[in-house]
């Protein structure tokens, strides 16, 4: 008998932190772990080599005619920093108030072990199951999965399926579950000033040279105008509109602004004119600063002119921008407008397209979609309305899953994806936690769900 929450525990004590090196025992613990689950559910497990994270593939076969159905989450997390804020440790899970705190529990080891305690209870119970599913679970994802493409494209045979199916985005609160239909799409910039060669006193030197953290800050807030648009030429072109329906569906939503401002602990927001703050994180692109640094950040005074000044810049990208476009759009903005006695340099991070599927029976549904991810989201819509209460809201998310996009790109794969986060969940902060009432009722979601697909081959 599968115990989801002890296996869970059990997979959240691994330290799987993709970006820490020192952690290489964690992520192989989370990879082993992980990997002997799906054999004792029957899977034949492989451990594919990458440049940097293994992906794990497990596969049950089955007649070809047979829906075939792929199952895809992450075994790494962030790094548990700021570790002092943390009540419990964080790779020492702990059961408190119906939620399980840990690093990972989430984001996103627990949705994994939702898809994966349905899959054992299902298969269970009807052992002649006609659904062959393979899952896929990498351990580059928070990490911009830069193993991922080069992966897929050698092993493009193992994707032959249906549809993906996944749990790594969110819903409002328990009883208001989301089937998300779209993810942002993402570029990641670092910018660097320089000016003059050394560290200068500010007395000796300061009202003769430009300082390289005017220059920066002058440069930043240049990206953007008063109405909180980004000012880059071109930035917008290729944003696909948005539907009517998805306005009313954001309408639905049963959280107030006041509520969310409360909930952020802000006074005001700061959104796109034209757009409620619930829009502008699902339909909008943006332009952060995600750090910032230069000159003396220690106790006290120091007069000082630095030589130096850097900032970490990501764009969230919607539905149709390309990434390669708005990358050079604001490489080409920064360097047109950096002023003379400072000198820069822009180096790109990891990019990824954003994702956008429309659900059956709405505006503009692709003629040629799937029928078997039409049935999907319809068995999908059925099954949250039967174990959570409530049909699902259709809505596109504001974070990234970068692979979603280039499953699509690649192999032609839409994906099905169910929202299992809540907002109290803390992804990526001290005092992560997953809700141990939604995992039970999403696992009794997904057995559904699954069962309906594999059904509708008869
Ligand atoms: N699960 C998240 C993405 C997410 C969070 C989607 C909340 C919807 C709602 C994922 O693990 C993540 O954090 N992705 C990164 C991607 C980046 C590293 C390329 C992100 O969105 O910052
Ligand atoms: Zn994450």
């Not at 613990?29 to 002997?36: F, K, L, P, Q, S």
């Not at 910032?292 to 630095?306: H, L, R």
């Not at 499953?407 to 809540?422: A, E, W």
Request: net charge negative; proline share 9%; hydrophobic share 35%.
């Amino acid at each position: 008998m599968f115990d989801p929450v002890a296996s869970l525990k059990e997979f959240v004590r691994f330290p799987s932190v993709s970006t820490d090196s020192t952690q290489r025992d964690g992520m192989k613990g989370a990879r082993d772990y992980i990997g002997g689950l799906l054999k004792r559910v029957g899977f034949s497990v492989r451990e594919m080599p990458t440049p940097l994270h293994p992906i794990i593939i497990g596969r049950r076969e089955g007649d070809p005619s047979w829906p075939h159905v792929v199952i895809y989450g992450h075994y790494d997390v962030q790094p548990p920093d700021p570790i002092d804020l943390w009540t419990t440790p964080p790779f020492e899970p702990e059961e408190r108030d119906g939620r399980l705190y840990g690093r990972g529990a989430a984001d996103n080891k627990g949705p994994l072990m939702t898809h994966l305690a349905a899959v054992a209870q299902l298969l269970e119970e009807s052992p002649d199951l006609p659904l062959r599913i393979t899952f896929l679970i990498e351990g580059e994802e928070e990490i911009g999965s830069p193993s991922f493409v080069p992966f897929l494209e050698k092993n493009r045979d193992l994707f032959d399926a249906d549809f993906v199916y996944l749990s790594d985005t969110g819903s409002p609160n328990e009883s208001q579950i989301v089937v998300t239909t779209g993810l942002r799409g993402i570029v990641c910039l670092q910018v660097d000033v320089t000016g003059p060669k050394s560290d200068l006193h500010s007395g000796v030197h300061g009202g003769a040279v430009l300082n390289p953290v005017q220059a920066l800050t002058e440069l930043c807030a240049s990206l953007h105008d008063r109405d909180g648009r980004v000012d880059v030429p071109g930035f917008y072109d290729d944003v696909r509109p948005v539907e009517d329906w998805e306005r009313e569906e954001v309408g639905r939503l049963g959280v107030s602004s006041d509520d969310y401002a409360r909930f952020l602990g802000i006074d005001a927001f700061h959104t796109e004119k034209g757009y409620t703050p619930f829009e502008g994180v699902r339909f909008r692109p943006t332009l952060e600063f995600n750090g910032i640094g230069g000159g003396y950040q220690g106790e006290g005074s120091k007069t000082v002119i630095p030589s130096r000044a850097f900032a970490k810049i990501s764009c969230r990208l919607v539905a149709e921008q390309d990434p390669a476009r708005i990358q050079e759009a604001v490489v080409d903005t920064l360097k047109k407008r950096c002023p003379r006695g400072v000198s820069l340099t822009v180096t790109p991070g990891h990019s990824g397209a954003p994702y956008l599927v429309v659900p059956p029976g709405k505006p503009n549904t692709p003629q040629d979609q799937p029928a078997a991810l039409a049935s999907a989201f319809r068995a999908a819509d059925r099954a949250i309305a039967a174990e959570f209460g409530k049909p699902p809201l259709y809505l596109r998310e504001g974070g990234s899953v970068p692979i979603i996009a280039d499953l699509k790109r690649i192999t032609g794969l839409d994906s099905l994806m169910i929202g299992l986060f809540l907002p109290e969940d803390r992804l990526h902060a001290p005092d992560e936690s997953f809700h141990l009432g939604v995992m039970e009722k999403g696992i009794a979601a997904s057995k559904r769900i699954l069962k309906q697909v594999a059904e509708g081959s008869r």
